[in-house]
Each structure stands twice: as C-alpha cells, then as structure tokens.
C-alpha cells in the first residue's frame, strides 16, 4: 500500500496565508495540515508517500526535508504547470505509482480523525471512496448511491442541484483504489479523458465516467460521527480549529461564536433558547414560497414596521417600535439610563452590562433557587433607592417567574415613585397560563406609563434568524426617541413579511406552547433522576442546575461536548453564583431531550 497526496494548488482563496506557502502548509491550531497528515499515515504499513508539489514546491520539500526519513520514505511528483492545471493533471503526473501499487489518494487541503484510515483500510473493498452525508457548508464534486452503497453517479459543481441535496453525498476526498483497479480502469480513462477533455479539469470526472459502466467497482464507504474538515478559506480554516481544538479551548471557541451552530453537522445546541415547536410547517412553507421577492426587494422602513408589530400584539403603533432583535433596542434603551438602576441576581447580564457598574444596585434572592417575589423587590429597592427597575420575567437563568398581578403589584409601586420599570417578558410564552401572562396590552401600558415591555421574537416565536425583537410602552416621547435611534431599515424583508403573516398562525402558536409546556414536564422528570444534578423548577424554556460531585460545571459541558457534541451553558462564571457549580439546559423537543438524557446518564458510571 502507498499513499499518493495532491499538494500542487495555490489555494488563492486563502489570501495572505497562502502567499508564500502551499495550502498544507497552513497551520490549524498550530500544526501545520501536512505534518498532520504525514504522522498520520506514518502510523499505517505503508511502501511510499508520493506528494505531488507545484506552488511553492520547493519551500514544501525543504520543510518538510529529511524528518521524517525514520517513518516514512517520501517521493515527490513535480508538476511544473500547476497554475494552468487542475488535480487531473497533478494525479496523471503519478499514474506510473499508481500502477504499481494499491492507494490511498489524499488531498492536502483535508483535516480528519485517525480513524478515517482505519475505516477504509479496514474496509473489504478494494475501491472504496470516503462520503459524508450531505450538508450545507459541503463544497465540490458530490456523489449519489444505490441500496448497496455503490456510487452511481458522481455530480459536478454544474449539475449540482439543491433539490436533490437529501440524496447527495460529499466525498471526503480520501479514496482507496486497487492496484488493478488503477491499471485496467482508472489510469486508462485518466489518459483518454486528458486527451479528449483537457488538463484543467477535477480527476473525480474520470470517475464519473466509469461509473456509467454497468460494472464500475467503485463504492463509497458513508463515515458516520468522524470528524473531518475541507479547508478552502479563512472560514472553514476557523471552522477546522474549533472541530479540532483541545477540550477547554474547543470550548471557548465555540462560546465566542454566540451563535452560528448550524455550521457544525450534528451538534446539539442546548445553549441558546429557542421554541422548539413554533413556527409550524405552514407557515415556513409561507416563508419560503416568497423567499425570491423577499430577497431581491428593499423592506420597509419604520412606520411601517412599527404598525405591523403594533398589529402582531394588538398594541398602538406610537407605543411600539421593532428591533433587530431584543439586543438592538437593548442596547438603544440602556443607553439612556442615568443614575441608579437596580438588578436581581442572577439575571440577564446584557442590561447591566450596557451600565457603568457603579450605576448598577443588586439584590441577590436568598433562597438556593434564586426565587423571589414581587415583595422582596419593593423591600430591596424601598431600602436601597434606583431609578430604574430591571425584571426579567421569567428571569433567566433562574426560571423564576411573577404572575400578571404582582408584576402589575410592582409596576403600581414604581409608578408611585416615578422609578422606570423594564420588564423583559421575552419567555414569558412559555409560562402557565401564558395568554393571560403578557403586558403587551393597551391598557397596561397606559396603567403604568413609567414602565417598558421589552420582548425578544427569537426566543418564544422559534425564529432568531430573524432577528426580531419589539419595546413596547405608552411613553410616546420614549418611544419615539428609540425608532429615531435605530436605523432607518433596522428589520430585513423576511422578518418584516413575517411579522405581516404571524396574525394567521395564533392558533398553531398556542398549540405549539402548550406542547412545550407537555414537553417541560417530561423533560423536568428526566433531568431530576440524574444523579449529579439539581433541578430547579422554571417557568421558562430552560433548566439552571446545580451540579454536584463529581462533576463540576466546566467538566460537564467539556465532557458532553468531547463525548456526544452536546453543548450547555455554563453559568459559573457569572458573578452571582460565586463559585458554585451551575449549568443552564434549553429545553429542545422530545427527541433532542431524550439524546441529552441518555448522554447525561452515560457519564454516570
């Protein structure tokens, strides 16, 4: 066995990393992609490696010099028109090597587990190509298979079509070819393809075209939880470093990403806080019939908007202004504060956070669970004077929540004291009895014209991509200072659109809450029979949970996310939990619940 790797391309799209350097001599995490790849194949029982250099041949050979003579006898392959060329080039350059012996075909680009090597060396077949299952960060040559795993067609970039994608699979580009396979196929129709096609072409076409036989021998060989990464630019180059970081580092650049996790095939994100059941399939299908208008057309602007959102929740239109997300009129609102506003603790950070901290007066709850009531705020507060009044409602992390009447109880007190109230009642949806639980009503707001309703869309309407979010008060001049504030097209064309149509969805909204609310109580019993957890009750579509020894809260979310690629929120480093160990679980739909339970109880023993 021999292994052939194709290292000849510029690898333009990585910009200044590739200006001097060939594309595997980029480093991730700091190793460089061909010595990676080099110790790799240094573990196997191999005759040769024969790399196939072009750009900045030399600087490659010169590094990678004489070590690695004790482990592995390297040959190169020299193709001197790399800029004119493409792989079926540089792989024709070596198909005497190929004929000599079985192979393994490597592209340099390429960063994967160990164990890819032992899945198909281990494989029977003689012809196998490495696929994965297609998904959306895929680039190149994609292949379709049969019931038995042959590859019946290999689809171009030009053929590529998106409504076909559950069929595709991506290859690896790690390929596993016979001797004979090399001698009486491939090299054959490599030379005939060359003559007829060109040079500058992909040499996965030569296998396109033998597959058409009625007798091709090649299969693929599907990978399943392996990890592997094709790095073509900066961004997959930062994709690939945390894929492939060390387990407290691969957690910290996963946390600084705050989102985006859909990048990631597989992983379960119990980290941020969506509906798990909401938006129905209705109402994407909506979505998506005119995704081409919604695209391609300005939004408008905020009068408009405004008028939609007043319409979404039945409030006036000079009481209500949207935001690209809760976080935009957050920042807009906080901005303005001046001087004492008073926070519970824990809570949400991002409004102390925009405050200076001598500003900022915290009441922190007695209990372990972090609960208080309305009264235990006015007696803080009564004690120790602000200005402004922050309630998060259901409070986040802790779950604990407040009925209407004594949050109206506290909203009365502050009027009465001219404190301006800011109640955030972003999960408030998912509260018992949630209908009867919103301040987005008229009249609430005109009872109590000192206080602010803010709620994120994101987080109980299931839709963060679009970025939504709506502050609500009868304070006509306060409101009017934020639509002033923001830009003048602050919401794009598809959150627009769907506040426009969220009216005809209400009762598949209901529906999906209180399936939610079905869901939390299963999900509660679950989590309470882990042992090395403590369960807080919550009002809200998440979890906080002590967690005991052994583990500690770090070492559970590490854990989880090296074992299962399941992510949590890790809360012991927020201040108000001093130390201790405490985690925050969303609560996702009933499969995904069930995946982290059975994940939790792995870790038992």
């Known amino acids: 066995m021999q292994a052939i790797i194709l290292a000849a391309g510029m690898g333009r799209r990585l910009g200044e990393l590739t200006k001097n350097n060939t594309k595997c001599m980029v480093e991730v995490n700091g190793t460089k992609l061909i010595d990676r790849l080099l110790l790799q194949l240094s573990r196997l029982d191999l005759k040769r490696v024969v790399i196939v250099v072009g750009y900045e041949g030399k600087k490659l050979r010169e590094y990678i010099g004489t070590r690695y003579d004790h482990l592995l006898h390297i040959e190169y392959v020299n193709n001197p028109v790399y800029d004119k060329t493409n792989n079926i080039y540089s792989l024709a350059l070596t198909k005497e090597q190929l004929q000599e012996d079985d192979t393994l ?30 998904q959306t960060w895929m680039d190149g040559t994609m292949v379709c298979l049969d019931g038995e795993n042959n590859i019946v067609n290999f689809v171009p970039k030009k053929a590529f079509n998106y409504a076909d994608t559950k069929h595709y699979y991506k290859t690896v580009n790690i390929y596993k070819f016979s001797r004979d396979f090399s001698r009486h196929k491939y090299v054959p129709f490599l030379e005939a393809y060359s003559k007829a096609v060109g040079n500058n072409e992909y040499y996965e076409q030569v296998l396109r075209v033998i597959t058409f036989l009625d007798k091709s021998e090649l299969k693929a060989l599907p990978i399943t939880h392996e990890k592997w990464y094709e790095i073509d630019d900066i961004q997959d180059l930062d994709i690939a470093s945390t894929l492939f970081a060390e387990d407290d580092e691969q957690l910290r650049l996963y946390m600084r990403r705050f989102g985006g996790y859909w990048r990631f095939p597989g992983m379960l994100d119990f980290c941020y806080l969506v509906n798990p059941y909401f938006p129905s399939l209705r109402m994407r299908d909506e979505m998506r019939a005119n995704f081409d208008t919604l695209l391609t057309e300005y939004p408008s602007g905020m009068y408009v908007n405004s008028l939609l959102a007043g319409k979404c929740f039945g409030v006036k239109q000079s009481y209500i202004v949207p935001g690209n997300g809760a976080a935009e009129l957050i920042k807009s609102a906080m901005e303005h504060v001046e001087g004492k506003i008073g926070v519970t603790s824990p809570t949400f950070e991002e409004y102390p956070n925009r405050c200076r901290p001598e500003q900022v007066v915290t009441f922190k709850p007695a209990g372990a669970d972090f609960a208080y009531t309305a009264q235990d705020l006015m007696d803080f507060f009564g004690a120790h004077p602000v200005d402004v009044l922050l309630l998060v409602n259901p409070d986040n992390p802790s779950g604990n929540f407040l009925p209407l009447a004594e949050v109206c109880r506290l909203a009365q007190w502050c009027s009465e004291r001219n404190v301006r109230l800011i109640v955030d009642e972003s999960f408030v949806d998912f ?175």
Request: with cysteine; hydrophobic share 45%.
């Open 105 to 134: 075909l490597i592209e340099s680009d390429l960063i994967f587990d160990e164990e890819m090597f032992s899945l198909i060396l281990g494989n029977p077949y003689p012809n196998l190509a490495l696929v994965a299952k297609y």
């Open 431 to 605: 509260s018992t009895g949630y209908p009867d639980n919103t301040l987005l009503r008229n009249e609430l707001l005109e009872a109590y014209p000192t206080m602010m309703v803010m709620k994120s869309i994101s987080k109980s309407y299931g839709v963060p991509g679009l970025r939504l979010g709506v502050l609500a008060s009868a304070d006509e001049a306060l409101i009017a200072r934020v639509k002033k504030d923001v830009a003048i097209w602050n919401i794009n064309s598809f959150a627009e659109f769907y506040m426009q149509i969220s009216n005809k969805y209400e009762a598949d909204y209901r529906h999906a809450c209180e399936k939610f609310q079905v869901e939390r109580r299963r999900f509660f019993g679950a989590l309470q029979a882990i042992p090395f957890l403590r369960v807080i009750p919550s009002e809200a579509n998440y979890f906080l949970c002590e967690v005991l020894p052994p583990f500690t809260s770090h070492g559970l979310v590490a854990s989880l996310l090296k074992r299962h690629n399941i992510l949590l929120k890790d809360c012991s480093t927020k201040r108000a939990f001093d130390g201790r160990h405490y985690v925050r679980i969303a609560i996702r739909d009933h499969h995904d619940n069930d995946s982290l339970v059975a994940a939790l109880r792995s870790l038992i023993s």
